[in-house]
């Protein structure tokens, strides 16, 4: 008995354990993005930016996702590369039509993203919704009181919190 017991608390530190926590961990930030982007993947009807270098085109699916950030994460993460690499020759809309369509592409896509801000930035949840929304150079400028008193943060903070609270009210593991 005691060799099976060390033998699961060894399985539970293995490196592939301890990054299906931290992907649990980081979806249940991202149903907090999806929130704040589509009211949980509601409202897919995302508005047309109007300024900038993305003028002209829409984000799609549940988390809000601009094609360019698609492409950007296809591009930089070989396990995308390797199953979506024709996304890469698409025009915008239709790697919005996609991300509208088809929840499992975009789930992946945004996880890619959220673990670039919080691994690969070392962004906290705060910095990196703020990021989600306003771009990582601007999350990397703003300072930690900025981006706390931000709309944007307090909605996904408040969610955030409001569901791990809620979660454990049922008796979910976090």
Do not use: C
């Not at 608390?9 to 301890?18: D, G, I």
């Not at 508005?47 to 003028?55: R, S």
């Not at 915008?92 to 088809?102: A, D, F, R, S, V």
């Amino acid at each position: 008995m005691r060799n099976f017991a060390i033998a699961a608390a060894l399985a539970y530190f293995t490196p592939q354990a301890k990054a299906d926590t931290q992907d649990r961990l980081f979806l249940q930030e991202l149903e907090a993005i999806s929130m704040n982007e589509s009211g949980g993947g509601k409202n897919l009807n995302h508005q047309e930016i109007t300024v900038g270098k993305f003028k002209g085109t829409r984000a799609g699916g549940a988390y809000g996702l601009i094609p360019a950030t698609v492409q950007e994460m296809i591009k930089i993460n070989s396990t995308l590369s390797k199953k979506y690499y024709h996304v890469l020759f698409w025009m915008p809309n239709q790697i919005t039509q996609e991300l509208n369509t088809n929840h499992k592409f975009s789930q992946e896509i945004a996880l890619v993203f959220w673990k670039q801000l919080r691994i690969n930035m070392n962004f906290g949840p705060s910095r990196a919704a703020y990021a989600w929304l306003y771009g990582p150079y601007a999350a990397i400028e703003m300072t930690e009181e900025a981006i706390l008193q931000d709309d944007y943060v307090k909605k996904f903070t408040e969610w955030l919190y409001w569901k791990k609270n809620n979660d454990k009210a049922k008796g979910k593991k976090s």
